[in-house]
């Protein structure tokens, strides 16, 4: 198979897709990425001069994301990690090197503990560690003035939960990504059918990611001054997974594969490559007195 194509498939009354893009080569299992509730399976171009040299890459649009319909009442995280092995199943793939981000992070954890055989590689990133009173309240002040007509209000409200605040710390693109994130969050949540829907769920629901994980060669990576949950909270989660990995970039947030895009490409593919992480000049902690927070074994 060569260049890009894209599949339409169905699970339990749910609509979605999946598109794969052919790489260079195949020296390691195709790369298969999950990510946030704010993006599609088109949002991953970034990715692109990291991956197609080693790996076919794969973004899906999962259930509420893109035009995916979205999940019922009723389903739940079971029914995402079904999704994702439909199309597992569909990609013919005995295994993928699998990348959460954000939400999708959630849902890759969950995936791996269920089917740690179809993982050859786990890699994930910004992950909702705990969702605590102070990012729910302020999602309900925001939902508040959404439902009175005011979504730009939302959005302001949401900038809070997503972003680092101007002054507290030194992010890399901080004005530029800023904007970008503002029209996308207003388009996602004015514009997508789905979209407010969706990213109420990611918010209020218990994603807590638990239970540990052995067998599957896993880094959990973030921005170092992350605002869903510190980047200490994500080291301590990484202490669950067996022999695990951690490793935090200088001056980003949440928002990594925005503000350094060639770094967290580079980071997620040496681990699923194999290759060494020690002394990267990106990590946190290798210079600029910075914590020292880096790419560690985590025990």
Not at 247 to 262: K, M, P, S, T, Y
Request: aromatic share 6%; proline share 4%.
């Amino acid at each position: 198979m060569g260049g890009t194509s894209t599949r339409e498939l169905h699970h339990d009354g749910l609509r979605f897709s999946y598109q794969r893009i052919s790489g260079e080569t195949s020296a390691v299992e195709p790369v298969l990425v999950v990510g946030g509730v704010l993006q599609s399976m088109r949002s991953w171009s970034i990715l692109h001069r990291h991956v197609l040299p080693y790996a076919d890459l794969v973004t899906v649009d999962l259930p509420g994301a893109g035009d995916s319909t979205p999940l019922r009442a009723e389903q739940d995280m079971d029914t995402m990690c079904r999704v994702l092995d439909t199309v597992l199943d569909d990609l013919g793939a005995e295994r993928v090197n699998l990348l959460g981000y954000s939400f999708g992070s959630a849902v890759a954890y969950r995936c791996a503990q269920r089917r740690p055989e179809r993982i050859a590689r786990l890699a994930l990133g910004g992950v909702p560690v705990r969702i605590g009173d102070k990012l729910s309240g302020l999602w309900r002040r925001g939902a508040e003035r959404m439902a009175s007509g005011d979504p730009g209000a939302l959005v302001d409200t949401l900038m809070e939960m997503f972003l680092c605040p101007a002054g507290e710390a030194t992010v890399r693109n901080r004005d530029i990504v800023r904007r970008l994130v503002r029209r996308m969050t207003l388009r996602t949540v004015t514009d997508t059918a789905y979209g407010l829907r969706t990213m109420e769920r990611s918010v209020l629901e218990n994603l807590d990611p638990v239970g540990g994980l052995t067998g599957v060669p896993t880094l959990v990576f973030c921005g170092e001054h992350d605002t869903i949950s510190s980047a200490a909270e994500q080291r301590a989660f990484a202490t669950t997974i067996d022999g695990s990995r951690f490793a935090a970039i200088g001056e980003a947030d949440h928002w990594l594969f925005l503000q350094r895009r060639d770094e967290a490409g580079d980071l997620v593919m040496r681990h699923f490559t194999g290759r060494p992480l020690d002394g990267l000049p990106y990590l946190a902690g290798s210079g600029g007195g910075r914590p020292a927070v880096t790419a560690d074994a985590v025990r």
